[in-house]
């Protein structure tokens, strides 16, 4: 069973990096891809954008110049990172085997305040 | 980008009761259309993939059909465990997008 985890700092500065990490379980990050999505209050969506198996990257142009996807195969975890963030980058971040989100995790939720 | 449009928002119904849940969207996106479903507490359960094959472990009562720009997903003989938040996503073309939702309540 393929199980993700998200973890990172709940609050954020503004203008700071919001960074997560997501651990998968039961799967090689090595296969498939492997994506970020995120909830607005409010309740819309995002694709934020994915790694590959072979460590390409996609991203949403709407983050382009912000975003960045990592991986660390050793560890079987895939990361985001988010320069610049204001308030409007508040939303619960879920990390998902992606493109057609087959499995998810939870979910964690980060707030950008001061 | 492609937008996705699901015109109900909110919607309610008695168990035993059948519901649909329509997905627009701004072009033609073949069958590359779809569901998930979010309950409280728990994560997104991907329904429904290619507009109207079943993912393993969606109980038989989900349906999807449409293709093109028209999408509906179909909950026959509804039960109690199947409230929470619909989401339609078409994954076409990139940047994949996401319907706004349709909350089902059960009355």
């Known amino acids: 069973e393929v199980q993700l985890q998200e973890s990172g700092p709940g609050l954020v500065k503004p203008s700071q990096s919001l960074s997560l990490t997501c651990s998968v379980t039961g799967y090689s990050i090595t296969s498939n891809y492997w994506g970020w999505i995120r909830k607005f209050p409010g309740n819309k969506m995002e694709w934020m954008g994915y790694i590959s198996y072979s460590g390409s990257t996609s991203y949403n142009p709407s983050l382009k110049s912000r975003i960045s996807i990592t991986r660390d195969t050793s560890k079987n975890q895939f990361f985001l990172q988010l320069n610049s963030v204001t308030t409007e980058d508040t939303a619960t971040y879920y990390c998902a085997r992606s493109g057609v989100a087959t499995d998810w995790g939870p979910g964690t939720m980060v707030t950008v305040s001061s | 980008d492609v937008q996705m449009t699901q015109s109900l928002s909110y919607l309610a119904a008695s168990p035993g009761e059948s519901v649909s849940i329509s997905c627009k969207a701004s072009?033609?996106?073949?069958?590359?259309l779809a569901w998930y479903q979010q309950k409280p507490g728990e994560a997104y359960k991907l329904l429904i993939y290619s507009g109207s094959t079943l993912q393993s472990g969606t109980p038989s009562r989900f349906s999807g059909s449409g293709s093109g720009t028209d999408f509906t997903l179909t909950i026959r003989s509804l039960e109690p465990e199947d409230f929470g938040l619909y989401y339609c996503q078409q994954y076409y073309e990139k940047p994949l997008t996401f319907g706004s939702g349709t909350k089902l309540e059960i009355k």
């Open positions: 072009k033609s996106i073949s069958n590359y």
